[in-house]
């Protein structure tokens, strides 16, 4: 596959990257709408994804498809998902629309890991997440646990 | 951004990689978001790190059935409720989270304390050498007839104690998709004897006598050890039963064999225990006290058994459970390379037997045997009878 051809992929604040047609086939949703949409598909839009995310999934497929055999894919993807939280989680979502398999894995069990071992307080607080049980759910939820794992 | 807006696949995805048990349910407790989007049953979970059901606390109401698990990670208790749980009960066997009850009935009773779920498998009396069984008959309630043609009589609290050594399976009971199957080793006669899920009887397995030390499931058949380290294959999932053989180079010395999967191996494991002799109010006490643990890999070419001095970062979990490996690095507070043992010498753990138990974890890179420091001496010691056994918490 030594086509030169390259896509153009447009971001949802209309950022757009060049991007060889290779790398572009990492995800799985572009594949099929090229497949799909005709011999002129040579812009996509990704509404899903705003221009800074998109930049870092490019980067992503760029390294996993012109060196996936590297001795360095490794620790790539570990500096890959060093990022803040906002930013993993609009990895994990990007992946996800995109359809990335190996960023979706990385990304989703790099936020699991953030879960280890903490109480759910602990993890609400870490997120920024609202408890949204009414009471009644709440001692519903207790009492299936009856075991007491809350704690 | 608020992880709960990601779409409930996503969360999904992220709930899947989660492989402890505790965060997976602390997870599904964040918010509804959370709950909605995971499956309350967590059928992706893989083996969890054992938790040692203790025996029943010495202070404890004879009609309570509340039973207590330690967890070594956190080196907390859970209290379980075990609906019919009494004094007068005893397990015999720990397999994929159900544990197997008897009591002084013929009944075999299976219960995951977690999901509180019952089954039942064929009664003690349907063991095939079990000529009778009469209830009326005080002390001499079964009679049993040996391969030499021989009868005697047992009672039922004897053949509660020591009839059965160890039953394991070969799936989750809990799986409604699959027909497990049970094995059972016999304590006399050295006997391996099995039933599928649903049979009235238990059925023996003729050419495996004697390879009554452990048993385990391992690539679709049950493979049981003798006190040599012979191995007997049985596949049971045909019409009929077939046993063949791996005649591994004898072993020699140790008082007890395990067998455990480990990775995609078969381990080895000799446990060597010295006697101990109490004096406890006059009382002479004669009781086994584990010295070390010799692990050994299966080597196919020249049919050995090959010593290890290391575990590669796992931890083993032998008592009268089904023997088990655990990475440790999966699971927080787990020691890696060493061996976590209970009593399970049925002989010598007996209603009115005193003294404490034989637990310990056995470390197998320096040799050295430590007692479980997070076992909570004060209201669990001094009975010997039921000792603790290991059981891996499942929801599933």
């Not at chain 1, 030594?2 to 971001?11: A, F, G």
């Not at chain 1, 760029?62 to 490794?74: M, Q, R, Y």
């Not at chain 2, 023997?323 to 209970?342: E, H």
Request: proline share 4%; with cysteine; net charge negative.
């Amino acid at each position: 596959m030594t086509s030169s051809k390259t896509i153009v992929l447009r971001s949802s604040d209309g950022a757009t990257f060049e991007v060889d047609e290779a790398v572009a086939l990492h995800s799985l949703m572009i594949k099929h709408r090229i497949e799909t949409g005709g011999a002129d598909s040579t812009t996509i839009d990704v509404p899903e994804v705003t221009g800074n995310t998109l930049s870092k999934v490019i980067e992503y497929c760029k390294k996993h498809v012109e060196a996936p055999n590297s001795d360095d894919l490794k620790s790539f993807d570990t500096d890959f998902v060093k990022v803040d939280q906002a930013v993993l989680c609009h990895l994990a979502k990007a992946s996800y629309y995109m359809n990335i398999k190996g960023l979706l894995d990385l990304s989703s069990k790099t936020i699991a890991d953030m879960f280890k071992g903490k109480t759910v307080e602990q993890i609400r607080e870490t997120f920024h997440i609202k408890n949204d049980f009414t009471p009644e759910e709440e001692e519903e939820l207790r009492k299936e646990n009856s075991w007491n794992l809350f704690v | 951004m608020d992880l709960s807006d990601l779409p409930p696949e996503l969360l999904e995805t992220i709930a899947k990689k989660l492989k402890v048990q505790k965060d997976y349910i602390r997870f599904r407790a964040v918010s509804s978001a959370f709950q909605t989007s995971t499956p309350k049953t967590p059928k992706h979970l893989p083996s969890q790190l054992p938790w040692l059901m203790l025996p029943r606390r010495t202070d404890q109401h004879p009609d309570s059935s509340i039973r207590s698990f330690l967890s070594i990670s956190d080196a907390k208790i859970h209290l379980v409720n075990l609906p019919g749980d009494s004094d007068h009960h005893r397990r015999c066997g720990s397999s994929h989270g159900w544990l197997v009850i008897l009591d002084e009935t013929p009944c075999i009773s299976i219960v995951n304390p977690l999901t509180q779920q019952t089954q039942h498998l064929p009664p003690l009396s349907s063991f095939l050498n079990v000529i009778s069984y009469a209830p009326g008959d005080s002390g001499r309630e079964y009679t049993i007839k040996t391969l030499d043609d021989d009868v005697y009589t047992c009672s039922s609290k004897e053949m509660r104690d020591s009839f059965i050594k160890k039953v394991i399976f070969s799936s989750s009971p809990s799986d409604e998709d699959a027909d497990y199957y049970a094995l059972a080793i016999l304590n006399q006669t050295g006997d391996l004897a099995y039933c599928k899920k649903g049979n009235q009887r238990w059925k023996f397995i003729d050419d495996a006598n004697s390879y009554c030390e452990d048993v385990v499931y391992y690539k679709d058949c049950f493979y049981a050890v003798s006190k040599h380290g012979t191995i007997a294959k049985c596949d049971v999932n045909g019409l009929t039963t077939d046993v063949s053989f791996i005649e591994t180079q004898r072993q020699n010395g140790g008082d007890m064999q395990y067998l455990v999967k480990w990775k995609d191996e078969l381990l080895l494991v000799t446990r060597y225990t010295e006697l101990e002799f109490n004096m406890d109010h006059n009382k002479l006490d004669i009781v086994y006290k584990t010295g070390e643990f010799q692990v050994y890999k299966l080597i196919l070419n020249g049919l050995k058994w090959e010593g290890v001095s290391e575990l590669d970062g796992y931890a083993l979990f032998l008592g009268e459970n089904s023997s088990m490996a655990f990475c440790a690095s999966d699971f927080p507070g787990c020691k890696k390379d060493c061996v976590y043992f209970t009593d399970d010498y049925s002989e010598w753990n007996y209603d009115g037997a005193n003294g404490n138990h034989d637990l310990g974890v056995f470390d197998l890179g320096n040799g050295c045997l430590e007692a479980l420091s997070c076992y909570p001496e004060e209201f669990y010691s001094g009975r010997r009878w039921p000792p603790p056994i290991w059981i891996t918490p499942s929801l599933h």
